[in-house]
């Protein structure tokens, strides 16, 4: 099994960054496809940005095209997701999600989540 372990969420003001880490326990880390979702307060959950085997095959909602890194460190076993230039409407509750094989958009294609950190924007 995965097990998942998001951090680095917190309050900022509006134009400004955040940092979030996911620290994965899984025997083969390299072979997954690695993903962020975000839930804010009476929305569904949706998709933010996912990425496969190398940083290169990374994608990204329409809406943090451009603000937004999706990463992977496979020798730490952790991804990440670097939020620049921040805006009230990101805030949410992050979620780490990792599935095995293609990189899709689409949350009932992951098999393993983790507890969520919370990002709130200020304005």
């Known amino acids: 099994q995965v097990q998942l372990v998001e951090s680095g969420g917190g309050l900022v003001l509006a134009g400004e960054s955040l940092r979030l880490s996911c620290v994965a326990s899984?025997?083969?880390?390299?072979?997954?496809?690695l993903a962020w979702f975000r839930q804010a307060p009476g929305k569904e959950r949706e998709f933010v940005a996912a990425v496969g085997r190398s940083d290169d095959s990374a994608i990204y909602e329409d809406s943090v095209e451009g603000r937004f890194t999706i990463s992977r460190d496979n020798a730490k076993n952790t991804a990440y997701l670097q939020m620049n230039n921040l805006k009230p409407e990101d805030t949410a509750t992050y979620f780490c999600?990792?599935?095995?094989?293609?990189?899709?958009?689409?949350?009932?294609?992951?098999?393993?989540w983790g507890q969520g950190t919370q990002v709130t924007v200020s304005s």
């Open positions: 999600a990792a599935r095995q094989g293609t990189v899709y958009r689409w949350k009932r294609y992951y098999s393993y």
């Open positions: 899984a025997r083969f880390f390299n072979t997954l496809t």
